[in-house]
């Protein structure tokens, strides 16, 4: 690998200790969005070694915050380690509309609040099916955090690796409740959508105040018990102009969304499940015939 390979590489995955500012951090992350679009590569290879982005030689002195030592690193989980580094360094971050990483196709959807957000963006390396890569920023007393999908693994659904596409905001019991809507896009012809719970937890530990985003929240109650998330898998093409990505539309008044019912083979029915939440729990209230012109679903792409 040339020194001038070498140099374009990790130049995308360095953490400037001088990118302070607003334009500053804006800059540093649309260039490595705008370098892995150019590039195109599925991994990085570092060899285990530290590399100085500015020379694209290897370094002694690993105390460099220009260095990054790394095995073979998947470029979007470098892209992710950077927009986690910066949303939670920089509580300002958590305001700033960054209209240009939005060119980048970075979908940012910010609750109603202002106090969380939602950063998800395409992978590039997947050769079958469409996966997303998130970071979750919130307020935490007078900090700023940010975090992955704190537990992926046990989602009963696809939410870790879905498109988030809008944040609702439910405030009950002295509490508030983020329902973030996704679409997972596995093959050309199957979709699941689905809604998921965040909320901003608290706890004194030691008398001092610990924030964390809290995502195993069960709100949702069905015949199987509570849930934290609910979504349903269909056939686009067994569902016809019903399976047209409309996606699950909470009502903010009512307090209320619908799933559409399912069949077998894959195939959406023109009825629904109602969802109400009940003053604890969302709970089935009725079927209704699903709508002519379902509610397109809310993008939240701008504050």
């Not at 300002?92 to 196709?105: K, P």
């Not at 999908?149 to 009950?172: N, R, V």
Request: contains cysteine; glycine residues 4%; hydrophobic residues 35%.
């Amino acid at each position: 690998m040339s020194q001038f390979k070498l140099l374009f590489i990790f130049s995308l995955i360095s953490f400037s200790a001088f990118a302070q500012d607003e334009k500053a951090i804006e800059k540093d992350l649309v260039n490595c969005f705008k370098k892995r679009a150019a590039y195109n590569d599925s991994i990085i290879m570092g060899s285990n070694i530290a590399i100085n982005p500015t020379t694209g030689r290897a370094l002694k002195d690993t105390t460099d915050p220009l260095v990054y030592v790394t095995p073979i690193v998947p470029v979007d989980t470098v892209l992710a380690n950077k927009v986690l580094y910066y949303t939670s360094k920089f509580p300002v971050t958590l305001t700033m509309d960054f209209q240009l990483l939005r060119t980048q196709d970075v979908n940012i959807i910010i609750s109603d609040d202002s106090l969380f957000r939602i950063y998800v963006w395409e992978e590039q390396h997947n050769m079958v099916g469409r996966f997303y890569r998130s970071v979750f920023q919130y307020k935490a007393g007078d900090k700023v955090k940010s975090c992955l999908l704190p537990h992926p693994d046990t989602a009963i659904t696809g939410a870790s690796q879905a498109f988030y596409d809008a944040i609702y905001t439910l405030t009950a019991n002295n509490k508030t409740y983020y329902l973030a809507t996704y679409i997972n896009k596995y093959t050309p012809t199957n979709r699941e959508e689905g809604i998921k719970i965040f909320t901003i937890d608290s706890a004194r530990v030691r008398g001092k105040a610990k924030y964390w985003l809290n995502d195993t929240v069960h709100l949702f109650k069905t015949k199987t018990g509570l849930h934290n998330e609910l979504s349903y898998k269909y056939d686009v093409i067994a569902s016809g102009d019903a399976g047209s990505d409309n996606g699950i539309a909470y009502d903010t008044i009512a307090n209320e969304f619908q799933i559409p019912i399912v069949t077998e083979t894959g195939k959406m029915t023109e009825m629904t499940i109602t969802y109400k939440f009940k003053g604890q729990y969302f709970e089935r209230v009725v079927d209704k015939p699903k709508p002519v012109n379902p509610p397109i679903r809310k993008k939240k792409t701008t504050k």
